[in-house]
């Protein structure tokens, strides 16, 4: 049974913006350190950001200067700002726990990047 529900996804022109919110259950958002995995179509899964549940932030070389994680563990969402979007963001985007993703995925939410 998927544990997070991901949202906010949609077709966006290269250099524009998104904002990425994803909710999981509350037993884990105090525990847990969180990321966003996106997959682009052929691709494997892979990390694109994570943090801690102190709040420190770490970012895939690719996406670095562009993209911000959150979180807010009174809501039990975590979110992920992206700026600058490029074709090569294309991909469905997911969360988890980090680093490897240790809980059942949810759908996620499809970001096409396209003119």
């Known amino acids: 049974q998927a544990q997070f529900v991901e949202s906010g996804g949609a077709l966006v022109q290269p250099g524009g913006s998104l904002r990425l919110s994803c909710e999981g259950p509350?037993?884990?958002?105090?525990?847990?350190?969180l990321g966003w995995y996106r997959q682009a179509p052929g691709k494997q899964r892979e990390s694109v950001a994570q943090?801690?549940?102190?709040?420190?932030?770490h970012y895939t070389d690719s996406v670095k200067g562009r993209f911000t994680i959150s979180r807010d563990n009174a809501k039990n969402t975590v979110s992920l700002q992206m700026n600058s979007l490029k074709y090569e963001d294309t991909a469905v985007y997911y969360c988890?726990?980090?680093?490897?993703?240790?809980?059942?995925w949810g759908q996620g939410t499809q970001v096409t990047v396209s003119s």
């Open positions: 988890n726990t980090a680093p490897h993703g240790g809980l059942a």
């Open positions: 509350g037993s884990i958002f105090t525990l847990y350190i």
């Open positions: 943090i801690t549940t102190g709040g420190a932030a």
